[in-house]
């Protein structure tokens, strides 16, 4: 079964049994890259665009890595080097890449709403969201849910805290739908700065006190402050934030001994969480970026070879 649209532009879009065969076909794919030749030839003669006007380590390579493992060519735009530069617009610059055929543009850009508009003028092509300014992140949410699953049975009636810098993050927003689509019982929180009046309207519990949100958790999620997207002061200073919402040993006893710890990354060690905790036992951090090669294969497999029989 293939996904029902062509896009993946943000969770709001997906099922339930979309969002199921996303994590079960990331479960199968995870073996792959085990092996000590990771490459199968499933999308062998497809290719994708990673079409990027904001940096990034974890999703573009991931992405990148995702395509040559299944078989498919993967180029990168560099957008400082390309005509963007010269002030190509981003619909001419879809339609020109376009022009040469790929299957696939993930892309990532400041603006939300960035891949819906690719989306629109690139009719030949799939478009996937790796991010869209404040918006949607959609498979980081689904690789961070995966990431759960690997510890814990199930989504619903799980307790995941959202701590930080709620206002300025896309991960905050498709983490949210995703857990509340899947019955977990989510609690938000950080400086009231830094969380809009909409994520009520969510279905999510709103606090602004970390023991609160920390109290009785399975899943701590904590989230970069994201000082390029911040225009205002949002809080007096770092010193302040971190000892009133950064985690560290002492916060994660408010939470339950089983809980795990979790950062779509990067990390800003020493503001929103202690610097050794990434290491620490209870933290899936680097798993997370393991499971997004993983989810992010089976979104280009999802997307262009379904109906296909899988040569894994
Ligand atoms: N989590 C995430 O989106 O990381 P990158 O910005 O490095 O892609």
Same mark, same amino acid.
């Given at each position: ?33 085990? *092996? ?23 999703? *573009? ?5 995702? /395509?040559?493992?299944?078989? /498919? #060519? ?19 610059? +879809? ?13 990532? &850009? ?9 989306? !629109? ?18 498979? !980081? ?23 930080? #810098?709620?206002? &300025? ?29 909409? $994520?009520?309207? %969510? ?11 920390? !109290?009785?958790?399975? @899943? @701590? ?13 949002? %809080?007096?200073?770092?010193?302040? %934030? $971190?000892?009133? %919402? ?8 408010? /939470? ?8 779509? +990354? ?14 620490? +036992? $209870? ?8 499971? +997004? ?12 070879? /379904? ?6």
């Amino acid at each position: 079964m293939p996904l029902r649209d062509r896009h993946l532009l943000g969770i709001e879009d997906l099922d339930l049994d979309e969002i199921e065969l996303i994590l079960n076909t990331s479960r199968s794919f995870k073996e792959i890259s085990t *092996r000590s030749i990771k490459k199968v030839p499933t999308l062998r003669g497809k290719s994708l665009i990673n079409l990027f006007y904001e940096p990034s380590t974890r999703t *573009r390579s991931s992405f990148e890595i995702a /395509a040559k493992r299944l078989g /498919a #060519d993967s180029i990168n735009i560099n957008i400082s080097t390309s005509s963007v530069s010269k002030g190509e617009s981003l619909i001419d610059t +879809g339609k020109n890449l376009q022009s040469m055929n790929p299957d696939i543009i993930a892309i990532r &850009h400041s603006a939300a709403g960035a891949p819906h508009l690719l989306a !629109q003028y690139c009719k030949s092509t799939s478009i996937v969201n790796a991010g869209d300014g404040m918006h949607e992140h959609p498979t !980081q949410a689904l690789l961070d849910v995966l990431t759960i699953l690997d510890h814990k049975k199930s989504i619903e009636g799980l307790h995941v805290a959202i701590v930080g #810098d709620i206002a &300025h993050s896309r991960v905050a927003r498709s983490n949210v739908l995703l857990l509340v689509k899947m019955g977990a019982h989510v609690c938000v929180c950080g400086p009231p700065t830094l969380i809009p009046m909409e $994520f009520e309207s %969510y279905g999510v519990k709103v606090t602004y006190h970390i023991k609160e949100a920390l !109290q009785g958790a399975d @899943v @701590v999620m904590m989230l970069r402050t994201q000082k390029e997207r911040q225009r205002d002061v949002f %809080y007096p200073s770092v010193k302040e %934030y $971190f000892a009133l %919402y950064g985690l560290n040993m002492e916060k994660m006893k408010w /939470a339950k001994r089983s809980a795990i710890v979790m950062h779509p +990354g990067p990390i800003n060690r020493g503001i929103e969480i202690d610097p050794e905790l990434a290491e620490a +036992g $209870f933290s899936v951090i680097f798993e997370q970026v393991t499971n +997004g090669v993983a989810v992010r294969m089976a979104v280009l497999y999802l997307l262009l070879g /379904a109906s296909e029989e899988a040569d894994l």
